[in-house]
């Protein structure tokens, strides 16, 4: 308590699976040293996956079957990563629409004042804290104006989906960007986001062959809400991201970190990339 003020709550809250385990109990270790206390890290990991995981759990950590963010609707394929939807059985709900599904609805489960997105391949390397991610009460929001145009035909459909996804008529680019490394969400917001799209939203999100999150919440941010949710706005990530799929050897890992600046809180080494875990450890350790 500050002032008679009540400290806010912030969570941490990753996805993730056996195969990056390694990646993220890194993760983990990193949330533990650098976070403040009271800060929550919940893992959320298919049920096959509970047991392996299970010894990351602890007084600042929480593991969830992933299965209690999804619809009873939507059940496992044996074999496969992917379910089906028994209200709309047509096709399979692939496993990166399902990730999505999943963040959303444990966003939107929080009680926390602010939720932070985090992959397995990211890892905290500063001190933070909910205030961190938090000015005057209102949540951090990462928008990178006008960047999106014909260049990003990828990213131009999440758009256009996202409009269509909340009721909002269609609009010609360039687009804001709201994809980023390291992102912050308000759960209030993500529940007036999901409220807005109908009580089966997530039947709608998963019918979806091109969706992202990210840009869903900031097109609902800038276009359905007040001036006063987006006054803390900002196109800097606070976070050191290397997005390439060409696995980085010593010398290029010490180039990318020598790139890290003194605000940056995370850094984020793409899995796809294949960097050796080992590797990245060693030179991670060194900066954090």
């Known amino acids: 308590m500050t002032n008679g003020e009540t400290v806010p709550r912030l969570a941490i809250i990753t996805p993730s699976y056996a195969p990056d385990f390694e990646l993220c109990a890194d993760l983990h270790r990193s949330v533990l040293r650098h976070a403040s206390e009271g800060v929550e890290h919940h893992i959320i990991v298919p049920r096959r996956d509970l047991p392996l995981f299970g010894r990351l759990a602890g007084p600042r950590t929480v593991l969830h079957d992933e299965a209690e963010f999804l619809p009873r609707s939507l059940v496992a394929v044996p074999g496969t990563k992917y379910r089906v939807n028994l209200r709309r059985p047509a096709l399979p709900v692939r496993g990166w629409i399902l990730q999505q599904i999943i963040k959303l609805a444990a966003a939107a489960r929080s009680e926390a004042d602010v939720v932070v997105l985090v992959d397995s391949d990211i890892e905290f390397v500063r001190p933070f804290s909910a205030e961190t991610f938090r000015r005057d009460g209102v949540v951090r ?39 980023s490394s390291l992102l912050a969400w ?66 290029g890992l010490r180039a990318f970190l020598g790139r890290l600046r003194p605000e940056d809180i995370a850094v984020m080494i793409s899995a796809k990339s294949r960097t050796p875990v080992a590797l990245r450890r060693a030179h991670l350790a060194a900066v954090a």
């Open 141 to 179: 929001f990462y928008r990178k104006p006008g960047d999106i145009d014909g260049r990003l035909p990828r990213h131009v459909r999440w758009h256009e989906v996202s409009r269509s996804l909340l009721g909002l008529p269609a609009s010609p680019p360039p687009y804001h960007d709201y994809v």
């Open 186 to 251: 308000d759960p209030v917001i993500v529940r007036q986001l999901l409220e807005r799209i109908g009580p089966r939203w997530a039947d709608v999100v998963g019918a979806q062959l091109h969706f992202s999150e990210w840009t869903l919440y900031g097109v609902f941010v800038d276009h359905l809400l007040p001036e006063s949710v987006r006054s803390f706005a900002t196109d800097d990530t606070r976070c050191h991201a290397y997005w390439d799929e060409t696995p980085l050897d010593q010398a």
